[in-house]
């Protein structure tokens, strides 16, 4: 099973700010990753797949980047409804796996 | 608009049994793979298990093989979770999820439904 290793486990940043999340892999997923967000009593929202495309709807300050085992999620400018939880997630051997999650928060 | 729907859920004692069910709309259901994904309360998330479109293929989390047992019905718009043997372990809420179709990603979710397996 391919572990996905997520961190910081919490960021801390304030709005405007840019935020750098990381995600390894215990194994190569070439380019197989996902990153979802989050928030309170919601389901999760697919932001970006395939490691840097994004998803339908989001906005351009969510790239995503990297390939092999270590991938990267940037929000350029934080607006204050992008504090959430993030996770990525890989596809693998017929196999699915998620990071433990990164919270993202307010400052 | 694409809709997915989870219902099923509740209240189950320990070795007890629990079928949750996912209503598809606003998309083919028959084109795409599907799965389900749970979240313990105060957790991340758990990929469960994934079916494709034809049903030709299944698989499972290690945590759940053996145990639960994932089908769909594509003349339905339908997608079922057969939960046995259920452990205090499996509370959750339960996700269905629609794969991206080209891509790896899971493009739409349910609101969940919980599921709580408790004495």
């Known amino acids: 099973e391919i572990v996905l290793t997520q961190s910081p486990v919490t960021l801390s940043l304030s709005p405007g700010e840019r935020a750098t999340l990381s995600c390894r892999a215990s194994?190569?997923?070439?380019?197989?990753l996902a990153w979802y967000q989050q928030k309170p009593g919601q389901a999760p929202r697919l932001l970006i797949y395939?490691?840097?495309n994004r998803a339908t709807g989001i906005p351009a300050r969510f790239s995503g980047s990297g390939s092999g085992t270590d991938f990267t999620l940037t929000i350029s400018s934080l607006e204050p409804e992008d504090f959430a939880v993030y996770y990525c997630?890989?596809?693998?051997?017929?196999?699915?796996?998620f990071g433990q999650g990164t919270r993202l928060e307010i400052k | 608009q694409v809709q997915l729907v989870e219902s099923g859920g509740g209240l189950v004692k320990p070795g007890g049994s629990l079928r949750l069910s996912c209503a598809a709309s606003?998309?083919?259901?028959?084109?795409?793979?599907m799965s389900w994904i749970r979240q313990a309360p105060g957790k991340g998330l758990e990929w469960v298990s994934y079916?494709?479109?034809?049903?030709?293929?299944?698989n499972y989390a290690d945590s759940v093989k053996g145990r639960f047992t994932i089908s769909r019905d594509n003349a339905k718009n339908s997608l079922y979770l057969q939960m046995n043997s259920l452990r205090a372990e499996d509370t959750a809420v339960y996700y269905c999820?629609?794969?991206?179709?080209?891509?790896?990603?899971?493009?739409?979710w349910g609101q969940g439904t919980l599921v709580t397996v408790s004495s």
């Open positions: 606003g998309f083919t259901f028959s084109d795409y793979y």
């Open positions: 079916i494709s479109s034809s049903s030709s293929y299944t």
């Open positions: 194994q190569s997923v070439s380019s197989y």
């Open positions: 395939d490691a840097s």
């Open positions: 997630q890989q596809r693998s051997n017929w196999l699915i796996t």
């Open positions: 999820a629609r794969d991206l179709g080209g891509g790896t990603g899971m493009g739409y």
